[in-house]
């Protein structure tokens, strides 16, 4: 016996309900190409922004050696210099303790409290200057 036939049912959707025309589809590909366009640029920004802070922190940091470097020498010869006057002031002391020359003594003694009470860095001016001027981005240093 032959198969009875078989009847296909299909839903017939009502005019606009679920159906995307082609403006819709074209203005969705727009937004899917301008999404991707606007994340490239922004991309290219950030990546330009990370380049420039590249190039700042690796110049900072050349700055900051050199200023180190500068300091380091500095309190060399400063200490070379105060260890040199202390030396000379307790040899003097010791040839005044020697000779019992109390006026001499309380001179030299004076002296060493003098250097002792200096800081190499009290001459330098304020350091609260030196603290704002570091948390200053304005700031320029000149070597």
Known sequence: MPEPARTH?????????NVITPLQGFDALNQIVNATRECIAVHQVEKTKRARLEVYETT????IKAAESVLR???AQIFAERRAN???????LDTALEAQDGETI???VRGIVDIAKSSPLADLGDLGKIREALDDPNQ????
């Open 9 to 17: 049912a299909a839903k017939l959707a009502r005019p606009g309900a």
């Open 60 to 63: 900072e940091i050349a700055r």
């Open 73 to 75: 020498d500095y309190f």
């Open 86 to 92: 202390f030396e000379e002031l307790f040899t003097r």
């Open 106 to 108: 309380n001179l030299v």
């Open 140 to 143: 320029v240093w000149e070597f």
